[in-house]
């Protein structure tokens, strides 16, 4: 027990990131957008960084509304000249580099299918976009938070890399490669103050998965599949951002935090109208009552 004060970080209405500079990759999607405006919420400058002008553009002007300083870098970080400009920009913004670096930038392409289907091409376009970029950054950035004492390093891992995914067994080796290198960096670098950790993602509306934009009479099937009962949104994650960007994240050293409204915990048991299962017939349990009629009642 210790009658020590509060730290400001944990007192209530203090700004959690007041004074600290981020470098946000694939910024402007609709997490990345989301995360942004968070930090910026709780006093950091940022850098924006992605693909996509307008989208970038958008995001900068948030961050700015909301009393921040802001700078858009528009490039493909898959490459080795684009991660080049990245770097030289947010030193040229940020003397000394960012404290805060946030690897968001990733995609599954259009990489489903069988295994023995693809090719050498497939595997190394998702290894830049899931993997490279992330350590290329990382390397670029680590000098100055070790200078300072002081940094966070956020990858983006996801559920496929730490349960299966069928045809995407590529994309899936790569996010679960995210996992190992953040818990073999987070532990080098621990004693110089730097934190690093992941964020594993699942049924969260984004740009690259818009096979969750469905008709309205599928919204019924939602609780079905997730235990909140609802997709996340940019923001949910963007909460969870926040907390490992933050000194509030003192002793989570290595770690993938799961946000994916408890579908990795469900473990493939799902709840229809009257029970869970692990072995759903979505169609009959919902379209056919005689079919439910017919089982017996502890199986309804």
Known sequence: MTDAPLPEHLRAGSPLLRGHRAVVTGGAGSIGDAICRVLAAHGADVVVADIDGARTADTVAAVQAAGQTAHGVVA??????????????????????????????????????????????????LYEINLLHTMRASKAFLPGMKERGWGRIINFSSVEGIRSAPALAVYTAFKAAIDGFTKSLAVDVARHGIRVNAIAVDKTRSYQVDHYR????????????IPAGRFGEGPDVAAVALFLASDLCSWVVGQTIVADGGTLSAGGWFRTPGRWTNSPLLVQYFEDPSVTAERPPGFR
């Open 76 to 125: 493909d970080l898959t490459s080795r000249d684009g991660m080049a400009d990245l770097v030289t920009a947010t030193h040229e913004a940020f003397p000394g580099g960012p404290d805060i670096l946030i690897n968001g930038l990733g995609h599954h392409l259009a990489s489903a299918g069988p295994f023995e289907d693809s090719d050498e091409e497939v595997w190394h376009a």
């Open 214 to 225: 469905m008709p309205p009479e599928y919204d019924r099937h939602v609780p079905v599949w």
